[in-house]
């Protein structure tokens, strides 16, 4: 049954996780030396693919703080951790290939792919670490 108190508590975490999303999506944007918006404006297909993995690994952990979490002060430090976690994937992945945003702004979609997999599968495992 549906409560006025379990209706405030999930518009205040669903509010919050929306709010987490445009921050990590605003954050991530800014750190990576390619620009995303104007990349997927202008049809770069690798550019969408990197994006959204690291999106997508984003909300893994986002979801499961907020599953695991104690308060929302929990869950906004959490999501924090998993905000740095992902732009860590990022940093790592372009030591490892350099010339990796240049790839994903020339629209090589291999580059693409190989942060949008990297940003998943550590989403993947930073979710399940955040759930002990």
């Known amino acids: 049954m549906i409560t006025w108190d379990s209706l405030a508590n999930f518009?205040?975490?669903?509010?919050?996780?929306l709010l987490a999303e445009a921050i990590f999506i605003a954050l991530y944007?800014?750190?990576t030396p390619?620009?995303?918006?104007?990349?997927?404006?202008?049809?770069?297909?690798?550019?969408s693919i990197s994006l959204a993995?690291?999106?997508?690994?984003?909300?893994?952990?986002?979801?499961?703080?907020?599953?695991?979490?104690?308060s929302l002060l929990d869950?906004?430090?959490?999501?924090?951790?998993?905000?740095?976690?992902?732009?860590?994937?990022?940093?790592l992945a372009s030591l490892l290939l350099r010339g990796l945003s240049r790839r994903i702004e020339a629209g090589n979609v291999a580059a693409g792919i190989t942060v949008a997999a990297?940003?998943?599968?550590?989403g993947v495992v930073n979710a399940a670490s955040m759930s002990y």
Do not use: C, R
């Open 11 to 17: 518009l205040i975490y669903f509010g919050a996780a």
């Open 29 to 31: 944007m800014a750190f």
């Open 34 to 47: 390619h620009h995303e918006a104007k990349l997927i404006k202008d049809g770069n297909v690798a550019a």
């Open 53 to 70: 993995g690291a999106v997508i690994g984003f909300t893994l952990p986002l979801a499961s703080v907020i599953i695991h979490s104690v």
């Open 75 to 91: 869950m906004v430090i959490w999501s924090a951790v998993a905000l740095v976690v992902q732009i860590a994937v990022f940093v």
């Open 118 to 122: 990297a940003s998943f599968a550590i």
